[in-house]
């Protein structure tokens, strides 16, 4: 796998992280409560939150984004924001560490929860580790996250204004492609084999904000291996390229039915990775959709 050249290896490494947390919180297992907001397991945190551990890169940005960089202790390994970067790894979103994670004596565990983690992190909660979960499915679930970690670190107000600036970014946005056309998308994740955005997907929400169709709105899950041949025949006006990587994807591009789409690249993980970027992720998304169309501040 080679990235390309003009790709930061940070950046490939946060794309692993993320499509590692979308995949696996798809198949969430039922003993752990995910569709219903976030949820506490173990001891009731502190009032006041001194030390904080991450299991995954979004929460990480939410925290740092509420000005409680300082409450950080430990992230997870692929956390690459200059802000933790001298911080102690405590392992990955299906394989966190319980022996890492407890020595770092956290007040407060942020979890995105998936049937990876779960067992381990049940574990931290009965040593005593008290954790909050929170699932990362759709905007909403991303605005009750920040809610959430507001409020447990005592930053209610940094975190309404967050919540307040990712709205915004999508009453205009949805406004500026009412006026427009429509373009059929495809969203791609990966090449070898083809991942692509399905329907209940993250960017499948995004991309009605920003006006497109999903074309792989028929697949039968969040994020799919997808048929070539589904892909050749939905015949996409664009194909969104988050993959990172070339690999197969000149292939992919010189099929019928593909090879007259226009093709464009994300220009930051703003959109990949749901937390308090995403504002910025629905505005770049809106930019590749409609390069003719101007976004008003």
Request: hydrophobic share 45%; with cysteine.
């Amino acid at each position: 796998m080679s990235l390309r050249p003009s790709i930061p290896r940070s950046r490939g490494i946060a794309l692993v992280a993320t499509v590692l947390c979308l995949l696996a919180s798809t198949a969430l297992a039922a003993s752990v409560p995910t569709s219903k907001g976030p949820q506490t397991l173990g001891p009731r945190a502190p009032a006041k939150v001194r030390r904080v551990v991450t299991l995954a890169p979004s929460l990480t940005e939410m925290v740092l984004t509420l000005g409680a960089g300082n409450t950080l202790v430990g992230v997870s390994r692929f956390d690459m924001a200059k802000e933790v970067e001298k911080l102690p790894r405590v392992g990955g979103f299906v394989d966190p560490s319980i022996e890492a994670v407890v020595a770092l004596k956290p007040d407060l565990l942020l979890v995105q929860p998936g049937p990876g983690n779960q067992r381990p992190v049940e574990k931290m909660a009965e040593l005593g580790v008290p954790v909050l979960l929170l699932p990362l499915h759709s905007v909403a679930d991303v605005l009750s996250a920040m809610r959430a970690v507001g409020k447990a670190l005592g930053r209610e107000k940094e975190a309404e204004a967050a919540v307040s600036r990712i709205e915004a970014s999508r009453t205009r946005v949805r406004e500026a492609a009412k006026k427009l056309p429509t373009p059929r998308v495809l969203f791609v994740y990966g090449f070898e084999p083809l991942v692509v955005a399905g329907p209940g997907s993250f960017a499948d929400e995004l991309l009605r904000d920003a006006g497109g169709i999903n074309v792989a709105a028929d697949a039968g899950s969040a994020y799919p291996v997808y048929p070539l041949e589904r892909a050749v025949t939905a015949r996409p006006d664009v194909v969104v390229d988050s993959a990172d990587v070339d690999v197969g994807k000149e292939k992919l591009r010189a099929l019928p039915g593909l090879s007259q789409a226009r093709w464009v690249e994300l220009p930051s993980q703003a959109l990949l990775q749901p937390g308090p970027s995403l504002g910025q992720g629905l505005e770049e998304l809106f930019r590749l959709l409609h390069p003719e169309a101007a976004l008003k501040p």
